[in-house]
Nanobody, 130 residues
Framework: QVRLVESGGGSVQPGGSLTLSCAAS????????MGWFRQAPGKEREGVAS????????YYADSVKGRFTISQGNAMRTLYLQMNSLNAEDSAMYYC???????????????????????WGQGTQVTVSS
């Protein structure tokens, strides 16, 4: 059973940086997509960045390309999101997520789809404010 626990959120000024971490247990093979989603008050949850644990290929939402970097630690047990040049629009609850690759043919389909069969963490808050 996959379990995800996020950490690293907090408050930061515009232009600042934060790194989110996700400790994953139960991810025991290369057949997973893992990623970060976010949800701001009154808005739908959106995909931010994702990575294939098997191929290490990545996918980023247009709004974060060039600013955010997703990476995985050793043995697929930790997922990171390095966030630079943060702005107010990045303020949201950030969720770590994982899904078996058998359910989605591409990272993009998972990020933008209904995200069925996805395991979610509890979330960590990111607030960008001066």
């Amino acid at each position: 059973q996959v379990r995800l626990v996020e950490s690293g959120g907090g408050s930061v000024q515009p232009g600042g940086s934060l790194t989110l971490s996700c400790a994953a247990s139960g991810v025991t093979s290369n057949a997973y997509y893992m990623g970060w989603f976010r949800q701001a008050p009154g808005k739908e949850r959106e995909g931010v960045a994702s990575i294939s644990t098997g191929t290490a290929s990545t996918y980023y939402a247009d709004s974060v390309k060039g600013r955010f970097t997703i990476s995985q630690g050793n043995a697929m047990r930790t997922l990171y999101l390095q966030m630079n040049s943060l702005n107010a629009e990045d303020s949201a609850m950030y969720y770590c997520a994982a899904v078996r690759t058998q359910y989605y043919s591409t990272l993009q389909r998972w990020m933008s789809g209904q995200r069925r069969n996805t395991v979610w963490g509890q979330g960590t808050q990111v607030t960008v404010s001066s």
